[in-house]
């Protein structure tokens, strides 16, 4: 049994874009075990745009991250030794443990996943927080009626593209705006949308005019900045915006619409929202979203750094788009 635990801890706050000088990395010492708890050894890290948002101390809709202790994330592992009723050894667990090796843990927080039909790292991607933020977003917000269209950003991503494969399922086209040929190729040939515009490329109001002949009835934002005032622009009347998050300007950037009027004129819906304000809706879409991955209906890809050295550099990367899919930390 390992006696020490790696950690990643953050060191300082970001003036700007953030840098792996932020992170520190030290071995703790594992207490032994008290009754009542359970040890985990995590198996994979999640690395998420919301991490980005915590490292400042700026007014949000949660507690910036502490500096100097282990990095917020979610987790899943395998239990490794319990005290706990509820847990035994070989479990297989989903929980927030964050940037670190071990996690210890009284049984709040943690919960059992079958790994039968639905793979371990599924649970931090279509089958966790990233997919109910997608089934939250367009069921609840968008709404869509067979025959719309719906747009997504970062449509490649762990949200995103759930977003585009709900859609195609509930009969809309579902149109999606990635970084680079070889995402949005991947968007269309293996996910099914309709379309996809490479933001990166051409001239993206012509390229997504061409795509959306008959507008824009939804619109599930991951993005903010020029891609957001290109939509807002296809628009139609009564449309709905799920404004899930502007990662264009997680360093700061301003993002100034160009044209806000747009929203009186076609009388546009748009409703920010945080995933985890809605628990109510996590069973219900977890449920349909694990039964979606073990028949293979919804596709999924994972970017997998090795090693929690190097969640830092992976976290930093996936802020810049070099993630392709949903972003993981192998630990072990
Ligand atoms: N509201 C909520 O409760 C909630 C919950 C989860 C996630 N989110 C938000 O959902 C969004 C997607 O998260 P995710 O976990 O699925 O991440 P992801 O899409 O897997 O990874 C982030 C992607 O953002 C794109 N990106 C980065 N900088 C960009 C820029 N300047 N312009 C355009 N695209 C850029 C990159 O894709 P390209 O290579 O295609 O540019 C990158 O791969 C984020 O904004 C996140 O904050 C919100």
């Known amino acids: 049994?390992?006696?020490?635990?790696?950690?990643?801890?953050?060191?300082?706050?970001p003036q700007g874009a953030a840098s792996v000088d932020n992170f520190r990395?030290?071995?703790?010492?594992?207490k032994p075990l008290a009754d009542g708890e359970v040890r985990v050894r995590n198996h994979y890290l999640s690395l998420d745009p919301y991490m980005r948002g915590r490292m400042n101390d700026s007014k949000s809709y949660a507690q910036p991250q502490p500096l100097d202790e282990v990095m917020i994330g979610g987790t899943v592992g395998e239990v490794v030794e319990s005290k706990h009723p509820g847990f035994a050894a070989g479990d297989k667990v989903v929980g927030m443990f964050g940037w670190q090796e071990f996690g210890t843990s009284d049984g709040k927080g943690i919960q059992k996943v079958d790994i039968t039909h639905v793979p371990l790292s599924a649970y931090l991607g279509p089958v966790g927080m990233p997919g109910v933020t997608a089934w939250y977003g367009l069921n609840r917000i968008i709404a869509p009626k067979a025959g719309e269209t719906v747009v997504v950003s970062a449509a490649s991503g762990a949200v995103g593209s759930v977003v585009g494969q709900l859609a195609k399922l509930a009969g809309c086209r579902a149109v999606g705006i990635a970084g680079g040929e070889t995402k949005c190729r991947y968007v269309v040939e293996t996910l099914g949308f309709d379309a996809c515009v490479d933001y990166k490329a051409g001239n993206l109001y012509k390229d997504l005019k061409a795509v959306t002949p008959d507008g824009v009835d939804g619109y599930f934002e991951n993005v903010g900045g020029e891609v957001l005032d290109v939509t807002l622009a296809r628009m139609n009347a009564f449309g709905r915006i799920a404004l899930c998050g502007m990662i264009a300007g997680y360093d700061g950037q301003p993002m100034p619409l160009k044209q806000p009027a747009l929203l009186l004129t076609q009388r546009l819906l748009v409703q920010g929202f945080i995933v985890s304000e809605h628990m109510d809706v996590w069973p219900q879409a977890l449920k349909q979203l694990g039964t979606?991955?073990?028949?293979?209906?919804?596709?999924?890809?994972?970017?997998?750094a090795q090693g929690l050295?190097?969640?830092?550099?992976?976290?930093?990367?996936?802020?810049?788009?070099?993630?392709?899919?949903?972003?993981l930390v192998k630990l072990i």
């Open 1 to 13: 049994m390992a006696e020490v635990n790696r950690q990643i801890l953050l060191a300082s706050r």
């Open 25 to 30: 990395l030290v071995e703790t010492p594992l």
């Open 292 to 304: 979606l991955v073990a028949q293979k209906q919804l596709h999924y890809r994972e970017s997998i």
């Open 309 to 327: 050295e190097n969640a830092p550099e992976a976290f930093l990367g996936m802020l810049k788009g070099r993630n392709f899919g949903k972003q």
